[in-house]
Every structure is written in C-alpha cells, then in structure tokens.
C-alpha cells in the first residue's frame, strides 16, 4: 500500500516539478510520511495463555452488553465493541485460535462508527472462528471516512490468537461476539491494544 501511494504521489511530483515546482516535493514527503504512519504495523506477542481472548483492534471499548443472537452466530453472546480513530493501528488481529467457518460482507451505509446503529446499517465484514468448541465473531465495520475493509483470509483457514487477517482504512469499529460463559475483562471506557490486551477469559 505504501509503495502504490509513494509511486502515485511521485508521478504527480516529478509532473508539477517539471514545470517549475519543486516545493511539491515537500508535499511527497509528507504524504508518504503520513501513508507510513497511519499504515504501520508493530510485531504484537500475544499473552501465552490459551484461555485468553485478546482484543481483535486497537482503540477504546465504546460498548459491552449482552445481545441475543447475532446474524451468523445465531446464539447469545456479549458483544465487546471496540472503535479505532484515525490515530490508532488499523491491523486487526484474530482474538482467538480457530478455525475460520465463515466469511460474509455485507454492504450498507457509512453512519459515524461509534454510533450503536452501525452495528447493524454500516458496511461490514464479518468472520465466525472455531476453537476450543466455541465459536467466536469478529465484525469489521466501515466508519464514515473508512470505506474499505479488508480482509484476508477465507473460509477454512486456521488462525493463530493474535494473528493479523486484516484492516480497516481511516477510522472505524470492531464488534468482537464472546460466548456468555467467557468473562469479560474489559469495561466501556477502557484502551485496547490489537493482539495483546486480554478483554476475555475462557472458563477452564
């Protein structure tokens, strides 16, 4: 991603200086310093216990609350929203290990990521995981600046508690779905770390 913005940038800037504007270099750089920044991705160690469900995004926990069954659960659960500003890691991790037993997008709007509606109106993209005999989901959820989600893993793969498999450009949410018996670490308010902060814990 950076070198596709580097290499798109550039052309604009050896363009504009060659017609004498040679201060649009310092435009190159500081978009390419800003594409770096926003897109970096930090080595994560996830904690050593399996019983241990890590937050699947950075950014703050804007919501936990009990909810039914959600679409491609179709169980109770406890949903743990998570939303990520501009300024947060945008590399989403997977919260436990599993296997994937379904992917599916959905399109919709683009309301504020914070909004509870976004839950259910916003662009999204969800994953069910196995493991452990539960099953876990992970929606990734557009926000009004983000309007690409990726996602890059399919259905069968296996993923590691910590893993990367994907991200969401510009600001957005993650809805992480735990079933009722996992204890939630973690309250509304509180930071979150993609990969390392533990917001649950798996009964023995």
């Known amino acids: 991603m950076l070198a596709w913005v580097a290499g798109g940038l550039g052309v604009v800037a050896l363009a504009a200086s060659a017609a004498g504007w040679w201060s649009v270099w310092a435009l190159w750089l500081?978009?390419?310093?800003?594409?770096?920044?926003?897109?970096?991705?930090?080595e994560r160690t996830a904690p050593g216990d399996?019983?241990?469900?890590?937050a699947p995004a950075d950014g703050k926990v804007i919501d936990v609350r009990a909810v039914r069954a959600p679409e491609l659960l179709g169980a109770p659960a406890t949903r743990?929203?998570?939303?990520?500003?501009?300024?947060?890691?945008?590399?989403?991790r997977s919260p436990v290990a599993g296997r994937i037993e379904a992917v599916q997008h959905t399109h919709g709007r683009f309301h504020a990521a914070f909004a509870?509606?976004?839950?259910?109106?916003?662009?999204?993209?969800?994953?069910?995981?196995?493991?452990?005999g539960r099953r876990f989901l992970v929606v990734q959820i557009a926000g009004a600046l983000a309007r690409r989600i990726v996602c890059r893993h399919v259905r069968g793969d296996a993923l590691a508690r910590g893993e990367r498999?994907?991200?969401?450009?510009?600001?957005?949410?993650?809805?992480?779905?735990?079933?009722?018996?996992?204890?939630?670490?973690v309250a509304r308010g509180a930071r979150v770390r993609a990969g390392l902060t533990v917001v649950g814990e798996i009964p023995r």
């Open 30 to 42: 500081a978009g390419v310093g800003f594409c770096a920044w926003f897109f970096r991705d930090p």
């Open 50 to 54: 399996d019983r241990l469900v890590v």
């Open 80 to 92: 743990i929203s998570i939303f990520m500003s501009p300024l947060n890691v945008h590399v989403n």
């Open 116 to 132: 509870d509606k976004a839950s259910d109106d916003n662009e999204r993209n969800a994953i069910v995981l196995a493991g452990g």
């Open 165 to 185: 498999y994907g991200l969401i450009m510009f600001g957005s949410r993650v809805d992480l779905y735990v079933p009722p018996d996992v204890t939630v670490r």
